[in-house]
């Protein structure tokens, strides 16, 4: 075994944890990214994600990245649509170039995010198995494979089931009652044509209350699709997804009497069938100070998906990195400062996501989303 002291480790490779290293690099401030995954590629990074003016373009501007971002815009991919179970169109807004939020694939801006960093900045394979503080602010962590690091300041962007949180209170992510069942297809325009009509140059809505089917294009011919289900945490426990075929048939049955262009994003897809309960935070979820740890992204605000978690956690990344910068030589002082624009920064957006997966959904759907959409500040699951 052997001990690495570390000034600034973070904990999580994910877009929060990467803006952090990248801004402070920028300000020539060198921090070491823990990450589980033994490599970039080791697992796919999900689906495309919006990236908003406020927040997300915000702290890449401040990470020195927007021309690179600019170069992996999917172009064309903020169409959104909105279908009725047979297929009817319900509401059709086409991509007309005057949308602020453009679409880039997770993995694309995560190797973006990467590939500004110093080599030797992630160190890959290293799952953090226990934190132990060592007093005046110091942390060391143990890895799986037994060696250990000690930190000057420790950062938690390690997402839903942090191991850095449990040093800041005994706040737990609970199920919120809703979970995604996520799909492909590929090279859908050849294989699924009616289908990959049905969808779309963008995302394809077709909710009713309590269930729905979600659709996204992404390059090459790719239909992205999250089924969506207010179901009990038994229901998803009945579902054997060791047995792709049945998993995909039970799911497929909450959705007889669909159309087919629509059931073949869950029967025809090219994956297994994968289930991703949502779960949450407590409303504003916020601790006190604690000496030389803080969180950013999902595992300081975890809530719903409404299209602001990746934005938000990047914002916090380069936000922490500037409070850093702002008070050199007192780590204490950075982080209070940081915190106090996190938490209500964070609040707002509970409600914001609580409200998403309600018109989603909840009893008005899809009309309440048509009615969001109309309005001019379409959100993103």
């Known amino acids: 075994m052997h001990t690495t002291p570390t000034p600034i480790a973070v904990v999580g490779a994910g877009l929060g944890g990467l803006t952090l290293a990248r801004v402070l690099h920028v300000h020539g401030i060198p921090a070491t990214v823990y990450e589980a995954d033994p490599s970039p590629a080791s697992r796919t990074q999900g689906g495309q994600l919006d990236i908003h003016e406020d927040d997300g373009q915000r702290a890449l501007a401040d990470a020195g990245l927007t021309e690179a971002f600019r170069a992996i815009i999917h172009e064309g991919a903020e169409a959104l649509r909105v279908l009725d179970p047979h297929g009817a169109l319900l509401h059709d807004r086409p991509d007309d170039g005057t949308a602020?939020?453009?679409?880039?694939l997770r993995g694309d801006l995560r190797h973006v995010l990467l590939d500004s960093l110093p080599?030797?900045?992630?160190?890959?394979?290293?799952?953090?198995?226990?934190?132990l503080p060592l007093g005046d602010g110091r942390h060391e962590l143990t890895f799986?494979?037994?060696?250990?690091?000690?930190?000057?300041?420790?950062?938690?962007?390690?997402?839903?089931?942090?191991?850095?949180?449990?040093?800041?209170?005994?706040?737990?992510?609970?199920y919120t009652g809703t979970t995604f069942v996520e799909t492909y297809l590929h090279d859908a325009d050849e294989r699924h044509a009616a289908t990959?009509?049905?969808?779309?140059?963008?995302?394809?809505?077709?909710?009713?209350?309590?269930?729905?089917?979600?659709?996204?294009?992404?390059?090459?011919?790719?239909?992205?699709?999250?089924?969506?289900?207010?179901?009990?945490?038994e229901w998803i426990a009945g579902i054997d997804l060791a047995d792709p075929a049945a998993a995909t048939a039970r799911v497929a049955a909450e959705f007889d009497g669909w159309a087919p262009e629509l059931t073949a994003l869950i029967t025809a897809s090219d994956t297994a069938p994968v289930a991703r309960m949502i779960h949450?935070?407590?409303?504003?979820?916020?601790?006190?100070?604690?000496?030389?740890?803080?969180?950013?992204?999902?595992?300081?605000?975890?809530?719903p998906p409404s299209g602001d978690g990746a934005n938000l956690a990047m914002f916090?990344?380069?936000?922490?990195?500037?409070?850093?910068?702002?008070?050199?030589?007192?780590?204490e002082a950075a982080l209070t400062a940081y915190e106090a624009a996190l938490f209500p920064r964070s609040e707002g957006f509970y409600a914001d996501a609580r409200e998403i997966i309600d018109l989603c959904l909840g009893d008005r759907?899809?009309?309440?989303?048509?009615?969001?959409?109309?309005?001019?500040?379409?959100?993103?699951?």
């Open 280 to 303: 949450t935070l407590p409303d504003g979820h916020r601790w006190d100070r604690v000496p030389g740890v803080t969180l950013l992204g999902d595992a300081a605000h975890l809530m």
């Open 365 to 381: 759907a899809p009309f309440g989303l048509i009615d969001l959409f109309t309005a001019g500040s379409p959100q993103r699951s």
């Open 100 to 104: 602020r939020r453009p679409e880039v």
């Open 196 to 233: 990959a009509r049905a969808v779309g140059d963008g995302a394809m809505y077709a909710l009713t209350p309590g269930k729905g089917i979600v659709a996204h294009r992404e390059a090459g011919g790719v239909l992205h699709t999250y089924v969506q289900l207010s179901r009990p945490a």
């Open 316 to 331: 916090d990344g380069a936000e922490l990195a500037k409070a850093i910068v702002a008070h050199p030589g007192d780590v």
């Open 119 to 131: 080599d030797g900045t992630v160190r890959w394979g290293h799952k953090v198995t226990r934190v």
């Open 144 to 174: 799986a494979d037994g060696s250990t690091a000690t930190s000057g300041l420790l950062v938690g962007a390690d997402g839903a089931w942090s191991k850095v949180r449990p040093l800041l209170g005994d706040a737990r992510p609970t």
